[in-house]
């Protein structure tokens, strides 16, 4: 294996307006400022992007963490940090152990912070991490609901551990089409717009409600927490999906009896 030198941008709320979120490059889009801003909100108090850089400066993947406490996700784990998202999006920086490198970042600030331990959802569908990467570098899954798998590295015997949501009691509560959304992802609210605007074209009435906390997200109806799409309490999407993908979905639901 070739041995690349990565370096590491720790991005705070105090800073990220300067190096930005990485997953959208162009900090001027409304998805990067809307993830700025959730970066700077309060609640979202400890929260992390560790960026790697490569030895010619350019980004070449990220890992984002928070204090499980104010996770953005159906999991409560008390004094643990929780990994929202980790990407190693450049192919040269692939393959180069730059995975477990950016896990090692997150537990070293756990270790800092005196944490029981990290955990993050994994799943191995899309928009998620694969559980693999975490199982090489000493993970144990310690809950499981559908797809997700709750993965967590515990520094401390006697801390007790983190435990899934039940999101799928939340699901029957929606009537008709419903979209929530949060902008934790970058991507979200470009989706949630154009959803919007595809909706109109067939006459669905989608209602649309915008996650504005921790409480709201950690009781959202799916597991991704930050986007879900329903249908009469029945969970279509769990992540932001293209229009193209919308309007199949709604081919497919306004056909049936």
């Given at each position: 294996?070739d ?5 590491f ?5 105090d800073?990220?307006t300067?190096y930005?979120?990485?997953?959208i490059k162009e ?6 400022q ?7 909100c309060?609640?979202?108090e400890?929260v ?16 984002e ?5 104010s996770?953005?996700?159906p999991?409560?784990?008390d ?8 990407a ?16 090692k970042s997150c537990?070293?600030?756990?270790h ?5 331990g990290?955990?993050?959802?994994t ?8 559980k693999?990467?975490?199982?090489k570098?000493?993970?144990e ?20 551990l983190p435990?899934?949501i039940?999101?799928?009691?939340q ?14 992802c970058?991507?979200n ?5 154009e959803l919007?605007e595809?909706a ?5 009435n ?6 504005s906390?921790v409480?709201?997200?950690?009781l959202a ?7 879900s799409?329903?249908?009469?309490g029945?969970?279509?999407e769990?992540?932001?999906i293209?229009?193209?993908r ?5 081919k497919?639901?306004?056909t049936?009896k």
């Amino acid at each position: 294996m070739d041995k690349i030198k990565f370096n590491f941008i720790s991005v705070t709320p105090d800073n990220v307006t300067e190096y930005g979120v990485f997953c959208i490059k162009e900090k001027n889009t409304p998805g990067s400022q809307a993830k700025i801003n959730w970066c700077k909100c309060k609640g979202n108090e400890g929260v992390q992007i560790k960026i790697a850089v490569n030895g010619q400066n350019k980004q070449v993947g990220f890992i984002e963490f928070i204090p499980a406490e104010s996770a953005w996700r159906p999991v409560k784990a008390d004094n643990y940090l929780f990994i929202h998202c980790i990407a190693v999006f450049v192919k040269d920086a692939r393959n180069k152990n730059l995975g477990s490198l950016l896990i090692k970042s997150c537990e070293e600030e756990a270790h800092k912070l005196n944490k029981a331990g990290v955990c993050i959802m994994t799943s191995n569908g899309r928009w998620m991490a694969d559980k693999a990467l975490f199982v090489k570098n000493g993970y144990e899954k310690v809950d499981e609901r559908g797809r997700y798998e709750l993965m967590v590295k515990k520094f401390k015997p006697g801390s007790q551990l983190p435990a899934l949501i039940d999101w799928e009691v939340q699901q029957k509560k929606f009537k008709g089409w419903n979209l929530l959304y949060a902008d934790q992802c970058p991507w979200n609210a470009k989706s949630a717009a154009e959803l919007k605007e595809t909706a109109k074209e067939y006459n669905v009435n989608l209602k649309i409600k915008k996650i504005s906390n921790v409480t709201e997200a950690k009781l959202a109806p799916s597991g991704f927490g930050v986007f879900s799409l329903l249908k009469d309490g029945r969970l279509l999407e769990d992540h932001y999906i293209s229009n193209t993908r919308f309007k199949n979905i709604l081919k497919k639901e306004l056909t049936k009896k």
